[in-house]
């Protein structure tokens, strides 16, 4: 990408992220009443510990009914029982309001999208953890990637994500994506 295609860019994601924080700070019943996506994704580290975790959350509005939507979370990791060698699953719950609330909130009225931390400088390190937040209401969508160290103020999101994430994986459906090695 050339420097002036990243700064479209990155006046592009501002310009969404700017959308998307006046919509949920104005109302945040009527943000919800677009189709909403959240997605946070972990990933990095050496081959045998590598990790890669996403969790999803989508919110869709319905007919004279409150929004639905639902939760899917992938994990994978190293495997040599597979092909590639790596266990793939995915788990998915019933989602509301209040499920994607509690990622939305802490992203869009607070500043970890809003302002620039050292931790989204790409330090060119093998083996480093990196994560991304995404928003996405009807269309508009803001993303922002850091690498490890993360910002402190990870916390409040990061404690809502962790929530859904034990309760797909305790109570949600569960499915294998990979295929077992021959």
């Known amino acids: 990408m050339t420097p002036t295609a990243m700064t479209a860019a990155a006046a592009d994601a501002a310009a969404a992220l700017n959308v998307l924080a006046a919509a949920y700070a104005a109302d945040p019943a009527a943000f919800f009443a677009a189709p909403v996506a959240v997605r946070h994704a972990v990933r990095g580290g050496d081959p045998e510990g590598y990790t890669s975790e996403v969790i999803e959350v989508t919110l869709a509005p319905r007919p004279n009914a409150a929004p639905a939507g639902e939760v899917r979370y992938y994990r994978s990791k190293y ?14 719950l019933p989602a509301g309001r209040a499920d994607a609330e509690a990622v939305v909130k802490p992203l869009l009225s607070g500043d970890l999208l809003k302002k620039p931390y050292p931790a989204e400088a790409d330090p060119q390190v093998a083996g480093l953890l990196k994560e991304t937040w995404s928003v996405n209401r009807d269309g508009a969508e803001t993303a922002k ?29 569960r499915a294998v994506l990979s295929t077992k090695a021959k």
């Open 79 to 92: 495997d040599a029982a597979y092909d590639p060698p790596f266990l793939v699953e995915q788990f998915t």
């Open 145 to 173: 990637t850091f690498f490890e160290p993360f910002p402190k103020e990870f916390q409040a999101v990061r404690a809502a994500t962790r929530d859904l994430i034990e309760r797909a994986v305790k109570g949600g459906k």
